[in-house]
T-cell receptor
Framework: KAGVTQTPRYLIKTRGQQVTLSCSPI?????VSWYQQTPGQGLQFLFE???????NKGNFPGRFSGRQFSNSRSEMNVSTLELGDSALYLC?????????????FGPGTRLTVT | KNQVEQSPQSLIILEGKNCTLQ??????????LRWYKQDTGRGPVSLTI?????NTKSNGRYTATLDADTKQSSLHITASQLSDSASYIC????????????FGTGTRLTVIP
């Protein structure tokens, strides 16, 4: 069974640009969560999607948005990039919504903003 | 305020030795606690998940304990190997209905030969 895949793996953008990251969950999983990981802050929850609906949202500005498609694939968009957005962006999939279920993480997308 | 604190921040041990990582939390009401291992440049991988009623769970050389009364958990690694070098992250889920996850900042373990 294929694991969670994220594309691209690495990305370099300049301030003010926007970026779209993609996540394909494990087949059959309907929940996709997104996290930002930085050395100083650790893992921080961005949002969770289940059956194309955002079910939970972390404490991030509106520049961070996401969506989920009918095949459970998810995209995350960051507009007007800032230097502080440089981080590893991880997505995780699970069968059901919420924290009760086992989450499987992808390898992440390393975003560098210059 | 719901928080998860891990200690130590970093640890260096000799190959073959045992070590214990700590996780203290204030998350309430509590649903479950997980330990993840994250190799450099990769996503976290689940090691154990424990609910309120469980106080120990093993996964090979990894043994997690949970004391829900004192809100403390530990991850014990036995006979460490070089491949155990990674960050270990403690994650606590609450029972508010939103199933919020609270992450510790992790312990960076380095195993040296």
């Amino acid at each position: 069974k294929a694991g969670v895949t994220q594309t691209p793996r690495y990305l370099i953008k300049t301030r003010g640009q926007q970026v779209t990251l993609s996540c394909s969950p494990i087949s059959g999983h309907r929940s996709v969560s997104w996290y930002q990981q930085t050395p100083g802050q650790g893992l921080q929850f961005l949002f969770e999607y289940f059956s194309e609906t955002q079910r939970n949202k972390g404490n991030f500005p509106g520049r961070f948005s996401g969506r989920q498609f009918s095949n459970s694939r998810s995209e995350m968009n960051v507009s007007t990039l800032e230097l502080g957005d440089s981080a590893l962006y991880l997505c995780a999939s699970s069968l059901f919504v919420g924290g009760e279920d086992e989450q499987y993480f992808g390898p992440g997308t390393r975003l560098t903003v210059t | 305020k719901n928080q998860v604190e891990q200690s130590p921040q970093s640890l260096i041990i000799l190959e073959g030795k045992n070590c214990t990582l700590q996780c203290n939390y204030t998350v309430s009401p509590f649903s479950n606690l997980r330990w993840y291992k994250q190799d450099t440049g990769r996503g976290p991988v689940s090691l154990t998940i424990m609910t309120f009623s469980e106080n120990t769970k093993s996964n090979g050389r990894y043994t997690a304990t949970l004391d829900a009364d004192t809100k403390q958990s530990s991850l014990h690694i036995t006979a460490s190997q070089l491949s155990d070098s990674a960050s270990y992250i403690c994650v606590v889920t609450d029972l508010t209905g939103a199933n919020n996850l609270f992450f510790g900042t992790g312990t960076r373990l380095t195993v040296i030969p």
